[in-house]
């Protein structure tokens, strides 16, 4: 599974941005994903999951209320929906399939980032 990452931007705090992760590879549909950001000088932190069929969803706890994960199989891609962005939000943020777990190492493939920068 190659997966590929976009929708990033420069936005000011209050704003919204959707990011997309689309992938290749008949077997995502059965695939968990999961969206992780990393500031700079900080680790890589989980930020959402969802299950192969959307069912479930998991968030980080500061972004419980804002962000929104889902997605749509039959196009192949998964979506990280951020409302009223905030500027600690500033990351680049990757998708990865493979699992829903909180922790990255669970992850079997990694798309390639895409920048999220929130100004005040």
């Known amino acids: 599974v190659q997966l590929q990452a976009s929708g990033g931007g420069l936005v000011k705090a209050g704003d919204s941005l959707r990011l997309s992760c689309v992938a290749s590879?008949?077997?995502?549909?059965?695939?968990?994903v999961g969206w992780f950001r990393q500031a700079p000088g900080k680790e890589r932190e989980f930020v959402a999951s969802i299950t192969w069929d959307g069912g479930r969803k998991y968030y980080k706890n500061s972004v419980k209320g804002r962000f929104t994960i889902s997605r749509d199989n039959a196009k192949n891609t998964v979506y990280l929906q951020m409302n009223s962005l905030k500027p600690e939000d500033t990351a680049v943020y990757y998708c990865?399939?493979?699992?829903?777990?909180?922790?990255?190492?669970?992850?079997?493939?990694w798309g390639q980032g895409t920048l999220v920068t929130v100004s005040s």
């Open positions: 990865a399939a493979g699992s829903i777990a909180t922790a990255s190492y669970e992850y079997a493939y």
């Open positions: 590879g008949r077997s995502f549909s059965s695939y968990g």
